[in-house]
């Protein structure tokens, strides 16, 4: 069983998001970026069912300027991939259109029988680039998966897929396939900083063409904003007696908690 | 092209969902702009008479096929590429669910149709749609247009209201065979969720937990917090993950949607999955260590703290 992990950078959130002086996308001077979260899970799924059935794990990340795609791929061999792949050279994250394509172009000379990767991203303004990458290579693709099981012949998997209200859609796919991974069995395993560091001198970071590039998303962004945050709330202030004070207090009003009038 | 807006409907146990009726309503306004008509596509196995449900659209396009019995990412998207290809809506509505995203993104690859996700606005301008989506864990709003003036967009749930898309009404019928289908992904069987020990979705206070707890030990100050309040608690979904909460408690998209008297969100920061489940809440306040989290642009009260000094404050200062 061949599996293949897609990966990308996003902007670490931790730190503030700022808007460029054109006032249409992410001032990305200082900002630094962190492995997206839901591509972490598909990782950890891969290694999984990996161990499971035997096979390899080759992981694809974007080849993006900004941010560390060679650590990013290090710290997968750390956790246990076999192979590593930057894909394409784009001097920005670009779209998921244009990520779904050079993912397509450069999966011509890699074996791929289950194609994981996260679910969304927090980037993602045009689309997953699951099924994006899926129906560009004609694949089979199930989004917001758990429970990845592959049949023992290695024909099939299942997988479930989640809907409101906690109720799930079991389904059995044709291999090859794409899965957009919701979230792991287990929490992404941890990888030693030495061990990545040290991978990173010695590890093989092959490359892959990304293809074209492809026409991009289609969209025009006409403006990017910081939504007014606490546009609706009253902020309650002081040290946290206080606050704890005026939460029983808006709470009393309501006849909810002690010192409610009853 | 045609200046009609597509909504794709989504039903289950022969009942359309809410989301779909949040489309339709907008679909029927933003249609009566762009001077087209608001088209419901249907599909599914005996499922024709659905379609007097859909009163809100001024046609029913109806793929009843065996084949759609249950929903298929493929199949459907097999079915669905001809229908839009051929008919060139300007808008296509999808909802942001497990299955709108398989098929609106499918959709944009097999049709080279612009996609914009996590949409919470769309308006028409000049008869092309403008849309308005949530990114960076809805940190950021971007406000995009289509190249070529037509697209699809997946809408977050909760954006408009259902009520203007609910109701009976006696839709344009207009049944269609597939042309195509695509057996590659087979619906096995459907998963509903056990009986937990509280239903979260009947308390009328939920102190409802999120990554800010740092410790599953921690849980024990917002178990004694409920217990002060006569409440319940409930959790954003990294809670559920990792196993200190049951499934049964989690809020959100893929958990359960909660309109309790009182919401009190402790270190949760307000990603829109999270949103779509409490955003109904009688009254809101949060707690969060960093001030620019989004659940202060949904909660009526804020304070920015640490949930584990504001809470054992709060569970005293009630005499828990």
Not at chain 1, 1 to 22: F, R, W
């Amino acid at each position: 069983m061949d599996y293949v992990v897609l990966l990308k950078q996003v902007p670490d959130l931790a730190e503030d998001l700022e808007i460029d002086s054109a006032g249409t996308g992410l001032d990305r001077e200082w900002m630094s970026f962190v492995a997206s979260e839901w591509d972490e899970y598909a990782l950890e799924e891969a290694l999984h069912l990996r161990d499971a059935t035997g096979g390899t794990v080759t992981c694809l990340a974007l080849g993006v300027q900004a941010g560390d795609v060679d650590e990013l791929l290090a710290t997968c061999l750390a956790r246990g991939a076999d192979r590593v792949v930057r894909v394409g050279s784009f001097e920005q994250s670009p779209d998921s259109h244009s990520a779904a394509g050079a993912f397509a172009a450069a999966l011509d000379g890699i074996p791929h029988d289950l194609i994981l990767t996260g679910v969304q991203a927090i980037d993602d303004l045009d689309g997953q680039v699951g099924p994006l990458l899926a129906t560009r290579r004609d694949l089979p693709h199930v989004s917001v998966v758990t429970h990845i099981a592959v049949a023992a012949d290695g024909k099939t998997a299942t997988a479930h897929q989640e809907y409101a209200g906690g109720v799930v859609g079991e389904f059995e796919l044709d291999l090859p396939a794409v899965l957009g991974v919701q979230t792991s069995r287990e929490a992404p395993r941890y990888a030693p900083v030495s061990r990545v560091r040290q991978l990173m001198k010695t590890a093989t970071i092959e490359k892959a063409d990304g293809g074209g590039g492809g026409s991009g998303s289609g969209l025009t962004i006409e403006a990017m904003a910081v939504p007014e945050s606490g546009a609706t709330a009253e902020m309650i202030t002081g040290n946290p007696v206080a606050i704890a004070d005026r939460i029983a207090a808006i709470l009393a009003e309501r006849g909810i908690g002690a010192g409610a009038p009853r | 092209m045609s200046a009609d807006v597509m909504v794709l409907v989504e039903h289950r146990d022969g009942a359309i969902l809410d989301t779909t009726f949040e489309l339709l309503g907008k679909a029927k306004s933003l249609a009566a702009e762009s001077k087209g008509e608001a088209v419901a596509v249907l599909l599914g196995s005996g499922v024709a008479g659905l379609a007097g449900s859909l009163g809100a659209a001024a046609r029913v396009i109806v793929i009843d096929d065996p084949a759609f019995e249950a929903f298929s990412p493929s199949a459907y998207q097999a079915a669905l590429v001809p229908v839009v290809r051929d008919r060139e809506p300007t808008l296509v509505l999808v909802a942001n669910s497990g299955a709108g995203m398989d098929v609106a993104a499918g959709l944009s690859a097999a049709l080279e149709l612009p996609l914009a996700a996590y949409a919470t606005e769309v308006t028409m301008d000049g008869g092309s749609p403008r849309v308005t989506c949530q990114l960076y864990a809805g940190k950021i709003q971007a406000t995009v247009r289509f190249e070529r003036g037509r697209g699809i967009a997946t809408v977050v749930a909760g954006s408009f209201p259902a009520e203007a898309g609910a109701g009976a009404g006696s839709p344009m019928v207009e049944a269609v065979a597939a042309t195509a289908s695509d057996g590659r992904v087979r619906f096995k069987r459907l998963h509903r969720p056990e009986a937990g020990d509280v239903d979260i979705t009947r308390e009328s206070v939920l102190v409802s937990v999120g990554r800010g707890i740092g410790d599953q030990d921690n849980l024990e100050l917002i178990e004694a917090l409920a217990k002060a309040l006569g409440g319940a608690v409930s959790s954003s979904r990294p809670i559920a993950d990792a196993g200190w909460l049951p499934r049964t408690r989690q809020v959100g998209k893929s958990g359960l949607k909660v309109k309790p008297k009182v919401y009190l969100a402790l270190g949760i920061s307000g990603a829109p999955e999270h949103l779509e489940g409490m955003r109904g809440a009688e009254l809101i306040i949060a707690v969060n260590s960093d001030a620019r989290a989004p659940i202060f642009s949904v909660a009526h009260y804020g304070a920015v703290a640490d949930l584990l000094d504001v809470v054992p404050a709060l569970t005293a200062r009630l005499g828990g």
